[in-house]
């Protein structure tokens, strides 16, 4: 699904009035609906105090919309309108009129800190204040009403965006932004959504589709698309009946040191249930007996050395190799490295050491085969590209390393995120529970295993981090996401395959 700008938001907008010859208010009635709905369908006319806060601009209309029909429905509403400026909307004050019509009466005006009513806990808060048009910090008694909102403990609902958060950019540390506990937001989500900076403020999220015009959301160009199961699916190829295990490649699993063997037996484990073909491990000699007794299903190569990579020669000639979990990076190592990198024909995966290894001798970047995927956590990303000032500089600055590197770059995180250079993608599987040692080295080796099945470096980067994520939603249903280990990740796998291919439930 594609994350647009408010500006393209906003010109989305003024083209399907324009092409369905509708009028702002009608755009607004049908929006605000479909939030009425929601609530209701929840509510189920529940006796609940409600308190819906809206602006003075078309947020604050789609708060009206669904005051008066939540009103219509017998609920208990009150509204406030949060009169930061005398520039009312149209659609504001159409709406502001139909409220007062319908249901007989006058909404509060706050305009400082005295006119803030009391919030209950068991209250249930709409924020209909500020959507996609906050262009600038909340400031004085405004700041101190989202506070006061935050700090009641009631459950707030936010229409289209969190208030206080910009749409585009990240708030300063001291600015107050609704700490939302769900956000319905319209046709498409908001990039702050995802940024680990930002992500905290809307608490879970649903897209609501209003209609907006299909042609424009066709070929309109997005700051970045969201992958759930719909779009993953589209990425997944069947299997043909009349084939064997050469077609579905050959992974090389280099890595590991002593102490260490354990990070490249999760990543090979994982690539044979993602469906490479073959999987070989090339290891430290210390690795022979830990790998062929953990995993028999792999070939074992080793090094000469007992402990650490120091030549790592063979005469294999594999789809990909999956480099760098484990490995420490001393010099010998380096070494190694540099000059499989200088022979190799393979495509490669570089992550952990393999990472470290290129932060610490920025001249093996350029020996980096063209469509390489590295896959870091933020840590290891600093170490790479240097620090940024904040989530959209990082972008930014991904965004120039992986154009002049010609990599993919998967930064890992609760969201994790891909970088082809062109396009960003942002993966929406996964929960807190995969934040466990080794999770990275599973991820590692499905992206592998799906190249070496020959899914195109960036097809398997975003189907890999998906599949990594959809097994990890699986492992946490059973487990609980305290006790889940990696390799259970990597042990629901064909789970995650299973569930991709099935019809999706409303959540
Ligand atoms: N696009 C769509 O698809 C649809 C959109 N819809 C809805 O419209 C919403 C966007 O509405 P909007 O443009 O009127 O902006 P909104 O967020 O209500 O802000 C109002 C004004 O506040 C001002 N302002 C900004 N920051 C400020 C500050 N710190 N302190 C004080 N004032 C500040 C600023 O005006 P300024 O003062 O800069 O002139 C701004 O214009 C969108 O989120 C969705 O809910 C749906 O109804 C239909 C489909
Ligand atoms: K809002």
Request: with cysteine; hydrophobic share 40%; aromatic share 8%.
């Amino acid at each position: 699904m594609k994350i647009l700008s408010a500006k393209q938001l906003k010109e989305a907008d003024e083209i399907t009035m324009e092409t369905e010859g509708i009028s702002s208010t009608r755009l607004m009635e049908r929006a605000a609906s479909l939030v009425f709905n929601e609530i209701h369908e929840r509510l189920e006319g529940a006796d609940i105090n409600i308190k819906i806060f809206c602006g003075i601009g078309n947020n604050g209309g789609d708060g009206l919309v669904v005051a008066r029909l939540l009103h219509k429905y017998g609920y208990k509403v009150e509204v406030y309108v949060v009169n930061y400026s005398d520039k009312r909307s149209d659609d504001f004050l159409v709406n502001y009129d139909r409220y007062k019509k319908e249901s007989n009466s006058w909404p509060e005006l706050v305009k400082r800190k005295e006119d803030f009513p009391e919030i209950s806990p068991g209250d249930f808060v709409v924020d209909a204040i500020f959507g996609i048009g906050l262009n600038r910090p909340a400031e004085g008694w405004l700041a101190e009403l989202l506070r006061h909102i935050n700090q009641s403990g009631a459950f707030c609902l936010a229409v289209d965006m969190p208030s206080g958060l910009f749409p585009d950019k990240v708030p300063t540390e001291d600015a107050a932004v609704i700490k939302a506990n769900y956000t319905l937001t319209f046709q498409t989500p908001k990039i702050v959504f995802y940024l680990p900076e930002t992500m905290g403020f809307a608490g879970e999220v649903q897209i609501l589709d209003i209609g907006l015009d299909r042609s424009f959301l066709k070929d309109v160009k997005p700051l970045a698309q969201l992958i759930g199961k719909r779009e993953a699916r589209q990425l997944y190829k069947p299997r043909n009946k009349n084939t064997h295990k050469g077609d579905y490649g050959h992974c090389l699993v280099v890595g590991g040191s002593f102490g260490k063997i354990g990070s490249i037996s999760l990543s090979a484990r994982a690539s044979l249930r993602a469906g490479a073909g073959l999987c070989s491990i090339f290891s430290p000699s210390c690795g022979y007996t830990i790998l062929q007794t953990t995993l028999p299903e792999a070939m074992v190569i080793t090094d000469e050395d007992a402990n650490e990579l120091t030549n790592i020669e063979t005469d294999l000639d594999p789809d990909v190799i999956c480099f760098g979990m484990g490995a420490g990076r001393s010099a010998n190592t380096v070494k190694a490295f540099k000059t499989l990198l200088e022979q190799t024909k393979s495509s490669m995966l570089i992550d952990a050491d393999g990472l470290n290894m290129l932060s610490e001798n920025k001249e093996l970047l350029a020996l980096l085969p063209k469509n390489s995927v590295l896959t870091p956590h933020p840590k290891e990303l600093k170490r790479l590209i240097g620090g940024w000032e904040d989530d959209f500089d990082k972008m930014k600055k991904i965004e120039t390393f992986t154009k002049k590197y010609k990599v993919i770059l998967v930064l890992k995180g609760a969201h994790s995120f891909v970088f082809s250079g062109k396009h960003i993608y942002i993966n929406n599987s996964g929960n807190p529970g995969m934040a466990t040692a080794g999770s990275g080295d599973v991820l590692s080796g499905i992206i592998a295993g799906l190249m070496s099945q020959k899914y195109e470096p960036l097809v398997a980067a975003i189907l890999g981090v998906y599949l990594h994520g959809l097994s990890g939603d699986i492992c946490a249903e059973k487990l609980g996401c305290e006790a889940m280990l990696s390799g259970d990740i990597s042990d629901e796998l064909g789970a995650a395959f299973l569930a991709l291919m099935k019809d999706e439930k409303r959540g």
